[in-house]
């Protein structure tokens, strides 16, 4: 069955989990904390756990429950309240440059290169992003989906004035000029390149 990429898994395949279709019909809502980039505490309705062993264990449980098609379906819903939360409190440079990093620690990591100096020269930089990766996430399972519901934080870089179309209290839109006259001159030279060719955007 699992040579044949056109099978359809039967349902008795279904063994750390159930299928999405017979999950229950209603959701379950969880808040996850985390300090540092590390998830502290797991509160869901019938349980909240703070002992890292017993967190995992409940989040695989609510997640084989409601039918997270998963070999480690906690692992799943930590790493999207882990994004969540970094979506507020990381700087946009700091989180891209984080993303490039971890696949490379992953890869070394898979490789079995753990304690390698490379992985020495990688980890104070992963460490460095989770400083202040710091709050909660809420969130609802739901039929084989994880869906976010909100997400706070103390050292959150997101400010709704800044956000806000509404208001130019900190914002002048006449400081951009200088950045869209920089940003148009290769633009520039690019659709000269391109007439000059004959092909037409």
Known sequence: ML??????????MWTKTVSPLNAPDKPVDITIH???????????????ATDS???????????KEHGLADDSPGMTILRLAH???????????????????SKQWSELVYNGLY????????????DFAQQRVNGEVRLRLYKGNVYVL??????????EEDASMDSLDT??????????????????????QMANAGIKF
Do not use: H, M
């Open 171 to 192: 914002f002048d839109p006449s400081e951009t000029t200088g950045f869209i006259t920089i940003q148009a001159i290769r633009l520039k030279k690019y659709g000269l």
């Open 115 to 126: 304690f390698s100096p490379e992985a020495a020269f990688l980890q104070p930089s992963l």
């Open 34 to 48: 985390f300090d540092k980039g590390i998830p502290i505490k797991v509160v869901s309705p019938q349980k909240t």
């Open 83 to 101: 994004i969540s939360i970094e979506g507020l409190v990381l700087d946009g440079r700091v989180r891209s440059l984080r993303d490039s990093l």
């Open 3 to 12: 040579e044949d990429p056109n099978v359809t898994p039967p349902e008795d």
């Open 150 to 159: 909100g997400r706070s934080s103390q050292e959150k870089l997101y400010s």
């Open 53 to 63: 062993v017993e967190l995992f264990g409940l989040l695989n449980q609510l997640g």
